[in-house]
C-alpha cells in the first residue's frame, strides 16, 4: 500500500524537517561531485547512476524544489563550478554521463514529476550541451522495484551510484537492500531517512528482548517504549535512540553515521548515510558540521563517538563550535591511543579506513590531533617528517614517537 500523507496534487507543503533534509542532500552531493571530479587532472570522463526511490513530485506548495529536482540543478550547477576551476588549473575537461532513476509508488506524484523536471532537464542540456543524461521514470513500490533497478544499473555498468530512500517516515526499506547495494556495488552511497516510531514499532515487533536491553538502564519498559515518541527530546533518549539505530544499522555499511535531524521539539527523524569508503564518511561529517543547527548527537566526543555506555556517560554534541572545541581536547588523547593499538606506526589510509567507523568528528579537528600531539610523528613514504596539515597524503606513517608523554596500551595478557 503506498502511504499516504504527501497530498502533492493539491500542494504538499514543505515542512522544517524535509527542508533541512534536502539542504544537507544538496551540500553532500556538491561535495561528493568536487571530491569525484575536481582532484585529478588527467580524468577524462565520469559516469554516474542517481536514484530517488521515493522521489515525490518534484515540487512543494510554494514552488520549492523537491530531492530529484535538487539532484539535477546540484549536478548541473557543481560541474559547471568543477569544469570552470579545471579549466583555471590547466586540468583535463571531463566527460560526463549521468543517469537519473525517478521512483514513486503514486502515479499522480511520478505525473506531476515529468511535468516538474521537463524544464529542469531542458535548463541541463542548455547549461551542460555535452553532457549525457538519462532520466527514467517508475511508479512502483521500492521494495518490487529493487531488483529491476539493480539489473538496469548493472547492465549499464555503473559503479558509482547513489541511492536516496526517502520513505515517508516508515519502514519500506529493509537492511538486507541496503547490504545488498553496498555489496553489488563497490562505490555506492545510500540515505535513508525514516521516523524513529515506525522503526522502534518494527524492531520490538522482531527483538522486543534486545529493545529493551538498549533502552533498559533508562527504566523503560516495552510500554513506555512502545510510546518512545513522546518522550524523544529528552537528551538521554535521544542517544539511546541514536544507538538502537547505530546497533540495528551499521552492519549494513562499513561506514553508518546515524544522526537524526534536529528540531527544536525533539529529535524524531533520521537521516543515515551508508558508505563503502571512509572519503565519504569524511565529507559527511564535514556537511554535518556546516549544518550544526540541524543535527544532533548524544554520545561521547572524540574517535569513539558511538561506542558509548549511554547510561554512563555522554554528553549532547551539536556539532558546533564549542562542541569541537571539547571535542578536540579529547581527540588529542584518543589518536595517539588508536595508534598504539596497532603497535607504533600506523598508515594515514589505515588509520583513515579504521576511525571512520565510529567518529562524526570534523576533518580538521582529526587532522589537528595528529599535528598537534607531541607523541605524533608524520612521516613520508621517503623518510621524510610532514610539517603541515594539508600536505598529508594516504600513505603517510603516523608513527608513535619513542617517548611519550601520557599513555601506554598495556599487554592485556600478563598475570598480575
Ligand atoms: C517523503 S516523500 C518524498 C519526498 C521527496 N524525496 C523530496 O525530498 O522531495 C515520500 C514519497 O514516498 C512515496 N511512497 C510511499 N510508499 C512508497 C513505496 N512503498 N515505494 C515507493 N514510494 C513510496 C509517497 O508517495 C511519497 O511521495
Same mark, same amino acid.
Given at each position: 500500500m503506498v502511504q499516504k500523507g504527501y497530498d502533492w496534487e493539491n500542494g504538499a507543503p514543505l515542512l522544517d524537517h524535509t527542508a533541512r533534509k534536502l539542504k544537507v542532500l544538496q551540500e553532500y552531493f556538491?561535495?561528493?561531485?568536487?571530491?569525484?571530479?575536481?582532484?585529478?587532472?588527467?580524468?577524462?570522463?565520469?559516469?554516474?547512476?542517481?536514484?530517488?526511490?521515493?522521489?515525490? @513530485?518534484?515540487?512543494?506548495?510554494?514552488g520549492q524544489a523537491g530531492s530529484p529536482l535538487v539532484i539535477l540543478e546540484t549536478f548541473q550547477r557543481t560541474?559547471?563550478?568543477?569544469? @570552470?576551476?579545471?579549466a583555471?588549473?590547466?586540468?583535463?575537461?571531463?566527460?560526463?554521463?549521468?543517469?537519473?532513476?525517478?521512483?514513486?509508488?503514486?502515479?499522480?506524484a511520478t505525473a506531476q514529476l515529468r511535468e516538474n523536471l521537463e524544464p529542469v532537464r531542458a535548463a541541463f542540456h542548455d547549461a551542460l550541451p555535452t553532457a549525457k543524461l538519462h532520466v527514467e521514470f517508475e511508479s512502483v513500490r521500492?521494495?518490487?522495484?529493487?531488483?529491476?533497478?539493480?539489473?538496469?544499473?548493472?547492465?549499464?555498468?555503473?559503479?558509482?551510484?547513489?541511492?536516496?530512500?526517502?520513505?515517508c517516515g516508515g519502514t519500506h526499506v529493509d537492511k538486507a537492500t541496503i547490504i545488498d547495494i553496498l555489496a553489488t556495488f563497490d562505490s555506492a552511497e545510500v540515505f535513508l531517512t525514516f521516523m524513529i516510531k515506525p522503526l522502534v514499532a518494527f524492531l520490538s515487533s522482531q527483538n522486543p528482548a534486545l529493545l529493551l536491553r538498549r533502552f533498559g538502564h533508562l527504566g523503560m519498559t516495552a510500554t513506555d517504549l512502545r510510546d518512545l515518541e513522546g518522550v524523544i527530546s529528552r537528551k538521554e533518549w535521544l542517544g539511546a535512540a541514536e544507538q538502537l539505530v547505530y546497533h540495528h544499522l551499521n552492519?549494513?555499511? =562499513?561506514?553508518?553515521?546515524?544522526?537524526?535531524?534536529?528540531?527544536?521539539?525533539?529529535?524524531?527523524?533520521?537521516?543515515?548515510?551508508?558508505?563503502?569508503?571512509?572519503? @565519504?564518511?569524511?565529507?559527511?561529517?564535514?556537511?554535518?558540521?556546516?549544518n550544526s543547527n540541524a543535527q544532533a548527537h548524544f554520545g561521547s566526543l572524540g574517535l569513539e563517538m558511538l561506542a558509548y555506555d549511554p547510561s554512563k556517560d555522554g $554528553?549532547?554534541?551539536?556539532?558546533?563550535?564549542?562542541?569541537?572545541?571539547?571535542?578536540?581536547?579529547?581527540?588529542?588523547?584518543?589518536?595517539p591511543r588508536a595508534i598504539a593499538t596497532y603497535g607504533d606506526a600506523v598508515s594515514v589510509s589505515d588509520f583513515y579506513r579504521q576511525i571512520y567507523r565510529q567518529?562524526?568528528?570534523? $576533518?580538521?579537528?582529526?587532522?589537528?590531533?595528529?599535528?598537534? $600531539?607531541?607523541?605524533?610523528?608524520?612521516?613520508?613514504? =621517503?623518510?621524510?617528517?610532514?610539517?603541515?596539515?594539508?600536505?598529508?597524503?594516504?600513505?603517510?606513517?603516523?608513527?608513535? $614517537?619513542?617517548q611519550r608523554s601520557i599513555f601506554s596500551v598495556i599487554w592485556p595478557f600478563d598475570k598480575s
Open positions: 556538491a561535495d561528493y561531485l568536487r571530491v569525484r571530479c575536481g582532484t585529478v587532472p588527467m580524468q577524462g570522463k565520469f559516469r554516474l547512476a542517481v536514484v530517488d526511490g521515493f522521489s515525490g @513530485a518534484g515540487r512543494y506548495s510554494q560541474m559547471l563550478e568543477i569544469a @570552470a576551476k579545471r583555471v588549473e590547466g586540468f583535463r575537461e571531463i566527460e560526463l554521463e549521468f543517469y537519473l532513476v525517478l521512483n514513486d509508488a503514486d502515479r499522480r521500492f521494495a518490487n522495484f529493487y531488483p529491476d533497478v539493480k539489473a538496469r544499473l548493472q547492465r549499464g555498468r555503473f559503479n558509482n551510484v547513489l541511492f536516496n530512500l526517502d520513505q552492519t549494513a555499511g =562499513t561506514y553508518t553515521s546515524p544522526f537524526s535531524i534536529h528540531n527544536p521539539s525533539g529529535w524524531r527523524y533520521w537521516l543515515v548515510h551508508f558508505a563503502n569508503s571512509p572519503r @565519504a564518511r569524511q565529507v559527511y561529517n564535514d556537511i554535518l558540521h556546516a $554528553s549532547l554534541y551539536l556539532f558546533r563550535d564549542e562542541d569541537r572545541a571539547r571535542a578536540k581536547v579529547k581527540l588529542l588523547e584518543d589518536v567518529t562524526a568528528a570534523h $576533518s580538521h579537528d582529526i587532522r589537528a590531533a595528529i599535528f598537534e $600531539s607531541p607523541d605524533i610523528q608524520i612521516l613520508s613514504r =621517503t623518510g621524510g617528517t610532514r610539517k603541515k596539515a594539508h600536505t598529508i597524503r594516504p600513505d603517510d606513517i603516523l608513527r608513535l $614517537s619513542d
